[in-house]
């Protein structure tokens, strides 16, 4: 008899124990009150049959984003940041999706049958689409990041909402924008987009016509459902792996012109040195480790899967290193799941912490060949070219956690 | 099979016609209707540095000082332009002249490069509660009040569609457009390690 076999046997015979035992009087418990009971049942309502709801005992939030309340005084939204600290796998939830706005906004209350997509310009055929008119053309499916320009970590910054939560991931469906612009024939000297949005301030933007006909998409759903309201509903042009601002919410018009257009959007990107603009559209390889991340607590020694996650504007991600003694040495970590183009990929690595202090990188590599940096390294590499001693661009420098005796996390920037 | 025993310079014209009969673009679904001039002209608000798309109309700097007033400006940005609750509208002070344009703030009526960025945030973006409200009148009187403010303009300036795009910011010559060498899908930067 095979050992697995015997204890069964055991087991059976202990069961039948019991349940003799239950006959005999009734102070005995039965096997399952002995279990740890729910403390409560949720009441089936029809809301809850029509629209389900996460547990009361999940509490993730979002928290407005750089030292600014949203709402504000006047009542508008600015910059709000996702809890990726308690992010699972790659998509972001749509409730919890970073959210951005030029100036401030109310979030426009659209009625899509109302909704109206005018493409004009330099084109040979203006077009105004109707939202079904766009969902009747041909459609794609892809996971993609959107980050904001001021998704930028700082020594004040104490969690990784603070540092990196102006990041979130998506499965968006639309139409391609190259679909669209192709309807309406693109004239010679097209060089440039406006797209513009319906909200009060008309938030609009200015994108390269190369990008336009590359992989922008107008979407109307996201995970699986209409884009939400303060994601853009009815639509929202997507700027795969581009500064978040060029990703324009509640699409209403699109405009083919000769050059670069000075909004106040593009006024408040603006560059002043040539490196500057080139790293100012096209976000750099990047990479955070969310668990173990600042303000949290590590029980004691032993074995942790660290996790967290990398991305790329280049494409996809190919490689994630991770470093346990400050960036002295790396080990690959393992990528799970799919590495899509211009998304969120999550990554894992095997740990034992040996309760001594120390200190938790991350480093991604994407499919260019581009390498995440320390903000060391970038600083060195600015400064002994006479710029100033800061991260040029859009900030994608390496995340340093701190580890103290006491396990707790801590945000190591100096 | 037989296309690939044509000589190259065939197939080369051959491909070439094709990707012209592609460029031509006649529309593959014919989806969707084609606005009315006048459809394009109402949601059309986007001005370009040129100022081709801005509408006839004038304002002064005096006018533009008294719709600071009317028009509620002054209570979120300050009687001076400065010191309320919304972003400031005027340079910073104290600031050497060697320094130059950006040492000025982020301030739009001295910073943008092009003074048709400042008339069409205006007209896109003010007053708040109310944006879309103003005339075009109001909103080149406006401009040209906050360009007088930062030192931009005299004090008797009238702007007009002909001159606002003519007017000469500081910044113009000294931001820096996307380099040419670069496309989507390239490292982000020549010669950068990372």
Redesign the interface.
């Known amino acids: 008899m095979s050992s697995k076999q015997s204890n069964r046997r055991k087991f059976l015979k202990r069961s039948a124990a019991l349940a003799g035992g239950l006959g005999l009087g009734a102070a005995t418990k039965s096997a399952t009150g002995q279990l740890q009971e729910p403390e409560a049942y949720i009441q089936g309502t029809d809301e809850l049959v029509a629209y389900g709801k996460r547990s009361r005992f999940v509490t993730s939030e979002r928290i407005a984003h750089g030292g600014r309340a949203s709402p504000d005084?006047?009542g508008l939204d600015f910059h709000i940041a996702s809890p990726i600290q308690d992010s699972m796998g790659v998509i972001t939830p749509s409730s919890l999706h970073y959210m951005g706005t030029t100036?401030g906004s109310f979030v426009p209350d659209i009625d899509p049958e109302k909704h109206r997509l005018?493409i004009?310009g330099m084109v040979?055929?203006?077009?105004?689409?109707t939202m079904a008119?766009l969902k009747?053309?041909p459609s794609v499916t892809r996971t993609h990041f959107i980050e904001c320009a001021g998704n930028r970590s700082n020594s004040r910054h104490t969690t990784v909402q603070e540092t990196h939560g102006m990041t979130s991931c998506a499965e968006w469906t639309g139409v391609l924008l190259s679909?669209l612009l192709?309807?309406a024939?693109?004239q010679d000297g097209g060089n440039w987009i406006?797209a513009?949005g319906v909200e009060?301030?008309?938030g609009?933007s200015s994108i390269?016509m190369?990008?336009a006909m590359?992989?922008i998409m107008i979407c109307y759903g996201m995970n699986g459902e209409a884009v939400r309201p303060q994601q853009g509903f009815p639509l929202r042009l997507l700027a795969p792996?581009?500064e978040g601002i060029l990703s324009v919410k509640w699409l209403?018009?699109i405009?083919v012109?000769d050059?670069?257009?000075?909004?106040?959007n593009?006024?408040?990107h603006?560059?002043?040195?040539?490196?500057?603009?080139?790293?100012?559209?096209?976000i750099?390889?990047k990479s955070v480790i969310t668990y173990p991340s600042g303000g949290q607590q590590l029980p004691g020694r032993g074995y942790y899967e660290l996790t967290g996650l990398a991305w790329s504007g280049?494409?996809a991600v190919s490689r994630v290193e991770v470093s346990t003694d400050g960036g002295r040495n790396w080990k690959d970590a393992e990528i799970r799941g799919t590495a899509h183009r211009m998304a969120h990929t999550r990554f894992s690595f095997e740990w034992n912490w040996d309760g001594e202090p120390c200190e938790l990188q991350s480093r991604c590599t994407d499919e260019?060949?581009?390498?995440?940096?320390s903000r060391a390294?970038?600083i060195e590499?600015w400064t002994q070219r006479g710029q100033p001693a800061r991260v040029k661009?859009q900030d994608?420098s390496i995340q340093p956690w701190r580890i103290d005796r006491d396990g707790s996390v801590h945000n190591a920037i100096a | 099979m037989r296309l690939l025993r044509l000589p190259l310079s065939a197939l080369l014209s051959l491909l070439l016609m094709l990707g012209i009969s592609v460029q031509?673009?006649?529309?593959?679904?014919g989806?969707?209707?084609?606005?009315t001039t006048d459809?394009?002209r109402a949601?059309?608000?986007?001005?370009?540095?040129s100022g081709e798309e801005l509408p006839p109309g004038r304002g002064s700097v005096g006018e533009g000082s008294q719709l600071y007033l009317e028009k509620a400006c002054a209570g979120?940005h300050g009687t001076t332009g400065t010191g309320g609750?919304a972003p400031r509208l005027v340079k910073l002070e104290n600031v050497s002249p060697d320094a130059g344009p950006?040492a000025l703030g982020?301030v739009?009526p001295i910073?943008?490069?092009?003074a048709?960025?400042v008339w069409?945030?205006i007209n896109?973006?003010m007053p708040?509660?109310q944006?879309g409200t103003l005339t075009p009148d109001e909103v080149y009187a406006l401009t040209a009040y906050l360009l007088f403010l930062n030192d931009v303009v005299e004090e008797g300036t009238v702007l007009d569609e002909q001159s606002l795009p003519l007017v000469q910011m500081p910044n113009r010559e000294?931001?820096?457009?996307?380099?040419d060498w670069?496309?989507?899908?390239?490292?982000?930067?020549?010669g950068?390690?990372?």
């Open positions: 005084t006047f100036r005018m004009h040979d055929r203006p077009l105004i689409f008119e009747r053309l679909t192709n309807e024939g693109v406006v513009e009060e301030v008309k609009a390269p190369s990008k590359d992989d792996g581009f209403r018009r405009k012109v050059e670069f257009y000075m909004t106040y593009d006024y408040g603006l560059h002043q040195d040539a490196d500057g603009a080139a790293m100012g559209m096209q750099g390889p280049g494409g260019l060949g581009s390498v995440q940096a390294e970038i590499y661009g994608n | 031509a673009q006649s529309p593959t679904y989806i969707g209707r084609t606005p459809e394009i949601w059309d608000i986007s001005i370009s540095p979120c609750l950006w982020r739009l910073r943008a490069p092009y048709t960025a069409d945030f896109r973006g708040l509660y944006e000294t931001w820096a457009p996307l380099p670069w496309t989507p899908g390239m490292p982000r930067l020549r950068y390690p990372w």
